[in-house]
């Protein structure tokens, strides 16, 4: 989780097996190569070195301040890892929560907070760890319910439980996105013919162009029945991703309609944390919701850095803030206090210390 931004073309010239290979070793010296450059402390998040060490020394010693101690599970997965991320801006910003990473003892909660499906190396350690929790702890995503976006008919039971989702069960001819196996498989926009291959699937195409031809795709957070409007991303593409992206905006204002098709999503899924991507249909803006991310990337890209001066990374859900602009139920920290207080029948006014970085 380092950022690789580069200064003086340096990133240009160390693209290589031997290039990374440096920048990993003296990632740890990088912030304070910005220090050095000038860059204050309150614009750079986390990353390896003496500054985010600092900084997790005085969130141990905020702990007994803190009534909640919360540990997110994520075991021994493959590649990066985002539960440190998620509990260092955790640390920072709640005044109620502390959290750890894979330290089931003692926690007031548990999260199950790692890649999602849940790779069968990584299943068993989660449930040995879990097994090692309080009795009667809380659970946040259980494993029953994690992977339940990826099983055959899920789009369906949302339909049936009425949640806006693409057509399921297109006909031959209809317009349709078609996606491969795997979580990261390409998409295709097709007219229908069945039969698909094994392990595709085919959707009804909804089309979301606004007024000015750009579609938008919608996102928005779900913690313990509280919803929170994320971000908008444009493209003049049909599929809106980064590799198409003409505007982003750092929130929006989301509609009754839409926030009860999130809070329905996950009464469905049995899932406390999530994100819903949807879209808004041309016409008459009805939103349908097109994808449910059960382990959402924990940072934002770097192009919303670039825009602030800074450096390391940021959690997703200070974007706005960070960036000057109104959110419709204001900042999101509150108000993930205010859920693990009604979790556990705590007094949601504040009681510990939050960090200072900005």
């Known amino acids: 989780m380092r950022d690789t931004r580069l200064p ?20 740890p010296l990088q912030p304070l190569g910005w220090l050095a450059a000038g860059v204050p402390p309150s614009r ?4 390896p070195g003496p500054l985010t060490a600092a900084r997790r020394r005085r969130h ?11 540990c997110l599970l994520e075991g021994p997965v493959r590649g990066t890892r985002f539960s440190p991320v998620t509990a260092f801006w955790v640390n920072e910003r709640s005044r109620l929560v502390h959290a ?53 008919g899920t789009f369906a039971r949302l339909r049936d439980a009425g949640v806006s989702v693409p057509d399921p069960e297109p006909r031959a001819g209809d317009l349709v996105v078609v996606k491969g196996p795997g979580q990261t498989s390409a998409k295709e926009l097709v ?9 595709h699937r085919a959707f009804a195409y909804v089309d979301a162009r606004g007024p000015d031809g750009l579609h938008r795709r919608y996102r928005t957070f779900h913690l313990l029945g509280t919803v929170h409007p994320g971000d908008v991303v444009s493209s003049s593409a049909w599929e809106v991703g980064l590799g198409t992206l003409e ?28 994100c819903v991507d949807h879209v808004r249909r041309a016409g008459d803006g009805r939103p349908f919701v097109t994808d449910v991310n059960v382990y959402p990337t924990a940072v934002v890209g770097e192009r919303v850095d670039a825009q602030l001066g800074a450096r390391g990374r940021w959690h997703f859900l200070d974007t706005a803030e960070r960036m000057g602009v109104p ?3 204001g900042s999101f920290w ?17 009681t510990g210390t939050a960090g200072a970085t900005a």
Request: charged residues 30%; without cysteine.
């Open 100 to 152: 750890v990473v894979d330290e089931p003892e003692g926690a007031d909660v548990l999260w199950v907070h790692t890649q999602d499906p849940v790779a069968p190396e990584v299943r068993p350690a989660l449930e040995r760890m879990l097994a090692r929790a309080r009795p009667g702890a809380p659970v946040l995503n259980p494993l029953g319910a994690y992977d339940a976006y990826h099983r055959a």
């Open 60 to 70: 141990a010693r905020a702990a007994a301040g803190k009534p909640v101690r919360l």
């Open 334 to 350: 509150p108000r993930f206090d205010e859920a693990f207080a009604r979790l556990l029948g705590l007094d949601p006014a504040p």
């Open 8 to 27: 003086w073309g340096l990133g240009d010239r160390l693209d290589s097996r031997l290039g990374w290979r440096l920048r990993r070793y003296a990632s």
């Open 247 to 274: 505007g982003h905006e750092p929130t929006y204002v989301m509609t009754d309609e839409e926030e009860e098709q999130v809070r329905r999503v996950g009464e469905v899924l049995g899932l406390d944390w999530f």
């Open 327 to 329: 959110e419709q139920h």
């Open 44 to 47: 750079i998040g986390y990353g």
């Open 191 to 199: 007219p229908y013919r069945p039969p698909l291959a094994p392990g």
